[in-house]
């Protein structure tokens, strides 16, 4: 992508995919026995991302997301636990697609357990009790499922669409 303004088109329409994707999100209940497990769609947009531009831009597209959905539909509390899980699991994602090494199913589910673990350090921190991380183990499992899943969904849109200049 050459030129800017295309580029800061797609951005914008991977924020509004994204809320969309954390909107609906919210009507499908997973969280059966431990709170917090989610199927994470708005990450397809994030490994869409990384894979067809850039870990920056979708850092960029995360960060105005979670801001936003804590903003519309959350509280302060939502906005720190997204934000570590965000931030956590970027950073994950940036460095395993720099290792050429992974592809974007498991790259998604390396995000997903990362975010996973964000929200938990998070959990800690803003609750004092670290007897929360009993739920850990539970989350890597639910993370990796749902990561799988959304990573096999997101490699096929990086297949099927392209991004001309």
């Not at 295309?6 to 914008?12: E, H, I, M, Q, S």
């Not at 934000?83 to 090494?101: D, E, H, Q, W, Y």
């Not at 589910?109 to 009993?134: F, K, P, R, S, W």
Request: aromatic content about 6%; proline content about 3%.
């Amino acid at each position: 992508m050459k030129t800017s303004t295309k580029k800061l088109t797609l951005l914008g329409i991977s924020v509004a995919a994204a809320m969309v994707l954390s909107y609906i999100e919210t009507f499908i209940p997973v969280s059966v026995a431990v709170p917090g497990i989610k199927l994470g769609l708005a990450n397809l947009v994030t490994v869409f991302l990384i894979y067809k531009l850039d870990w920056k831009s979708a850092a960029a597209v995360a960060a105005i997301r979670v801001l936003l959905t804590a903003l519309l539909f959350g509280n302060a509390a939502s906005l720190a636990y997204s934000a570590a899980g965000a931030v956590l699991s970027l950073l994950v994602m940036a460095l395993i697609k720099s290792t050429c090494r992974f592809s974007p199913v498991g790259m998604s589910a390396a995000g997903a357990v990362a975010h996973n673990a964000g929200q938990i350090i998070m959990a800690v921190i803003l609750m004092g009790v670290g007897e929360i991380a009993y739920w850990f183990p539970m989350l890597v499992l639910s993370g990796t499922v749902t990561g799988l899943a959304t990573g096999a969904v997101g490699a096929i849109l990086i297949s099927k669409i392209p991004l001309k200049d």
